[in-house]
């Protein structure tokens, strides 16, 4: 299983981004899929979640109307539109791959991506 998350950079305060994850290796759309981040120093924490149906949508409390979960089952894809960036987005963001019903612990999931650094300049 392969899990390659692009999109990452350096971007302004108050700025966008979009990063793309691109599945391989596993059956996509049995899969609910997130996004984690990282920052130095800290554990890694929940960002957004999204069911295999694409129905159901998750957040972190802190990031909702920011951040957008999107997917793609035909493509394999899932994205995280990231709008209004503050310096504390940065970090480096991962995506996962969860086949249980729970999808908020880093515990949930079994795949994991490599990451991609986001870094937000105040």
């Known amino acids: 299983v392969q899990l390659q998350a692009s999109g990452g950079g350096l971007v302004q305060a108050g700025g966008s981004l979009r990063l793309s994850c691109a599945a391989s290796?596993?059956?996509?759309?049995?899969?609910?899929m997130g996004w984690f981040r990282q920052a130095p120093g800290k554990e890694r924490e929940f960002v957004a979640a999204?069911?295999?149906?694409?129905?159901?949508?998750y957040y972190a409390d802190s990031l909702k109307g920011r951040f957008t979960i999107s997917r793609d089952n035909a493509k394999n894809t899932v994205d995280l539109q990231m709008s209004s960036l503050k310096p504390d987005d940065t970090g480096v963001y991962y995506c996962?791959?969860?086949?249980?019903?729970?999808?908020?612990?880093?515990?949930?999931?079994?795949?994991w991506g490599q990451g991609t650094q986001v870094t937000v300049s105040s």
């Open positions: 996962a791959a969860a086949s249980a019903w729970m999808i908020r612990r880093v515990e949930d999931y079994d795949y």
């Open positions: 290796g596993l059956t996509f759309s049995s899969y609910a």
């Open positions: 999204i069911r295999w149906s694409g129905g159901s949508t």
